[in-house]
């Protein structure tokens, strides 16, 4: 089983829809939780921490569920330019604080 | 402007060579790090470092080196060794002032091997 799982997608959204999706982790003592944005062949960035409250940044908002072991991020009023790859993170301070990416949901918001 | 460079943006190499790939921060960041994605998979770390001088195997170290002689460089090298090393090379850094779990990425170097 892989460490951090997401849907590969496409999830193909309609500009002004509301899209989410999950990423499910299986090391319960992961310690925190990121979703960072990646474009086309660039480089990811940090997108948000998640914390155990649930937390918004603008059109995004971010969950964690530790009794089921998942984070989810949720995009409203989707933009052209939030086309791009969202990978869930999880850092372990157990282990050096290393990051372990999830492979990816790729979104495509068209018109 | 501070940043993470990387050089060369695309590395074509033989079968059989050795190859490095350079990473540089001026963010005088203390820890850096080396990944590789393969399309359509999450970034697998290569070998990251805490401090000058010192550096730590990842998930997928074998076939692979780092040096740490200055905190500003952080290059890897490819080795022969290295089964399939055709993929997207990333290099990250961060401290321990940024947003814990941040770390800042450079532009990354495709490596092809022919």
């Known amino acids: 089983r892989k460490e951090v799982e997401q849907d590969p997608g496409p999830f193909n959204v309609p500009e002004g829809a509301t899209v989410a999706f999950n990423c499910t982790y299986s090391?319960?003592?992961?310690?925190?939780f990121f979703w960072y944005r990646q474009d086309c062949r660039k480089e990811p960035k940090l997108l948000m921490s998640v914390y155990s409250s649930g937390n918004e940044d603008g059109r995004f908002t971010a969950q964690l569920n530790r009794a089921s072991q998942y984070i989810s991020l949720l995009i409203r009023d989707s933009k052209l330019s939030d086309s791009a790859t969202y990978l869930c993170?999880?850092?372990?301070?157990?282990?050096?604080?290393?990051?372990?990416f999830g492979g990816g949901t790729r979104v495509l918001v068209k018109p | 402007d501070g940043g993470i460079t990387q050089s060369p943006k695309y590395l074509f190499r033989k079968e059989g060579q050795n190859v490095t790939l350079s990473c540089e921060q001026n963010?005088?960041?203390?820890?850096m790090y080396w990944y590789r994605q393969d399309p359509g998979q999450g970034l697998r770390l290569i070998y990251y470092?805490?401090?000058?001088?010192?550096?730590q195997k990842g998930d997928i170290a074998e076939g692979y080196s780092v040096s740490r002689e200055k905190k500003e460089s952080f290059p890897l090298t490819v080795t022969s060794a290295q089964k399939n090393p055709t993929a997207f090379y990333l290099c990250?850094?961060?401290?321990?002032?940024?947003?814990?779990?941040?770390?800042?990425f450079g532009p990354g170097t495709r490596l092809t091997v022919l």
């Open positions: 990250a850094s961060s401290s321990g002032h940024s947003t814990p779990g941040e770390q800042f």
């Open positions: 090391n319960s003592a992961s310690q925190s």
């Open positions: 963010l005088n960041h203390d820890a």
């Open positions: 470092s805490q401090i000058v001088n010192d550096f």
């Open positions: 993170v999880v850092n372990e301070p157990a282990a050096g604080n290393k990051l372990t």
